[in-house]
């Protein structure tokens, strides 16, 4: 009897359901645990994996093989090109023998789809195929309307989440017995494109520590700091819980460890970081319930019929950091050299892009995911239709950023935009937002862009665009 546990974006020991579960029944059936991760780079590519996201999973898959190995669970790893090989690719592994497959479940539609083949591959082969919730504290469909509806809005579900978990508390999975004396560990290669992101640590045990180090040291200041892109005060976790390094229900248990009980309601401390944890359930909610949204679809469907622009120039200026506005163009930049982006700086160009240049949301959340270290289809494509007024957001269509005034509010003496636009180091902290006619005046031969667009006028097509909508 062989017992398997099938790794994928859950690549952690700690509080892994399906981990543990499969530990329990290895011990039970006397057998030792085995585990399996398949690779699949033509869908990978597909699913616009970058090259820095793809070297911090690859990083943390052999970081994986070697924390099991000291636990004596081996992890073998294949590759096939696309999802639709997996299953005879694992049932070809798993052989006639009999054997049991233990996984979580993965809530994107391509994802969904791959595992129902599975399963129904495996158990017509009689192996037995057993699927555990994790991505979410609450599983998608369990926070719902008082009419059992999903929620379309987040505050309201925001309030039935956190009343949810107050109610019934937060457990995690235990960590699973060791199986045996430690094994070897080699190091596993998989042919992808790759660039260095070594500057991310990809041990179980330095994620954790930093998710303790945050909530500990700033946490509290959270809600006041975590506006200003020059500043670290974010907690540069989202890399982790996308790779499922660290779960949700460890960051909530690290918070209640350092500040108390969870907080329930605004301005309490710590409560504006749990926010924000609860807007990713809310994404993988939507994603998990709504399908059109692993399609490319708006979240409202009247939006599909939205007439965005078609300008692959104007693309391109926004992608090199060249609009003309210092804060986009920073933005852009710091996330072309590191893989990374400030939040605050995402709405910043993502409004940007969709309501100043009027171009395809979908065509930015593209981009993004081929850059971010931290991409994720949930996370990413919420964030995109929020921005674009497409999505399921409360707010109306027409609320539209203004770069400059975002820029001064916070950037206000341009210690970002100095960083990342060195061309504008010695423009004052006055004129910084909008230097143009600080360079003109001084006659200064400098290769910096004016404004592709002007911001007013270009808000005003933006209002026209919508309402035009039919109805």
């Known amino acids: 009897m062989r017992i398997v546990f099938w790794f994928r974006h859950d690549l952690r020991i700690h509080d892994n359901p399906g981990l543990a579960a499969a530990t329990k029944a290895a011990i039970q059936a006397g057998v030792v645990l085995e585990a399996v991760y398949v690779a ?29 190995a000291a636990r004596g669970i081996a992890l073998h790893c294949l590759s096939v090109p696309r999802f639709a090989d997996v299953p005879a690719a694992l049932q070809q592994w798993l052989g006639l023998a009999p054997a049991a497959l233990y996984a979580n479940r993965e809530l994107p539609l391509d994802e969904m789809r791959r595992d129902a083949t599975v399963s129904a591959r495996l158990t017509q082969q009689g192996i037995e195929c057993h699927w555990f919730d994790e991505r979410c504290v609450l599983p998608p469909g369990q926070v719902l309307t008082a009419n059992g509806d999903m929620f379309k809005v987040f505050t309201p579900f925001s309030r039935a989440w956190l009343k949810q978990v107050l109610a019934q508390g937060v457990q995690v999975a235990p960590l699973p017995a060791p199986q045996g004396a430690p094994l070897s560990w ?50 540069r976790l989202s890399p982790y819980l996308a790779l499922g390094v660290i779960s949700i229900r460890q960051c909530l248990l690290a918070l209640m460890e350092a500040l108390g009980p969870l907080p329930a309601e605004k301005g309490a401390p710590g ?82 892009l969709t309501k100043d240049l009027q171009l395809p949301w979908w065509w930015g959340e593209r981009y993004f995911m081929q850059q971010l270290i931290d991409g994720e289809l949930a996370a990413n494509n919420g964030g995109w239709q929020w921005s674009a007024g497409t999505g399921a957001d409360a707010a109306p269509w027409f609320r539209i950023f203004n770069p400059t005034t975002q820029s001064q509010k916070f950037d206000p003496d341009g210690t970002f935009i100095r960083r990342y636009l060195p061309e504008l180091a010695d423009v004052p902290a006055s004129d910084i937002h909008a230097p143009h006619r600080w360079l003109q005046l001084r006659g200064r031969q400098c290769d910096y862009p004016a404004p592709m667009v002007e911001h007013a006028v270009a808000r005003e097509l933006t209002l026209a665009m919508f309402r035009a909508l039919p109805g």
Request: hydrophobic letters at 45%.
């Open 186 to 235: 080699s190091e596993w290669r998989c042919d992808y494109p790759r660039l260095d992101s070594e500057s991310w640590p990809v041990t179980e045990k330095a994620v954790r520590q930093q998710l303790w180090d945050f909530v500990r040291y700033q946490a509290v200041a959270y809600a006041e700091l975590r506006d200003v892109p020059s500043l670290a005060a974010t907690s």
């Open 271 to 352: 409560f504006a970081w749990l926010n924000e944890l609860i807007w990713r359930e809310f994404y993988q909610h939507l994603l998990a319930l709504e399908p059109r949204l692993s399609r490319g679809q708006p979240f409202k469907p009247e939006m599909a019929a939205l007439a965005w622009r078609q300008d692959d120039a104007q693309f391109a200026l926004w992608c090199q950091g060249r609009t003309g506005y210092p804060i986009v163009d920073a933005a852009m930049r710091c996330l072309n050299q590191t893989g990374w982006m400030h939040n605050r700086l995402r709405m910043i160009v993502a409004s940007f």
């Open 40 to 68: 699949t780079p033509q869908t990978w590519q597909r699913h616009q994996l970058g090259p820095r996201r793809a070297d911090l999973l690859l990083r943390r898959v052999n970081a994986l093989g070697a924390e099991l």
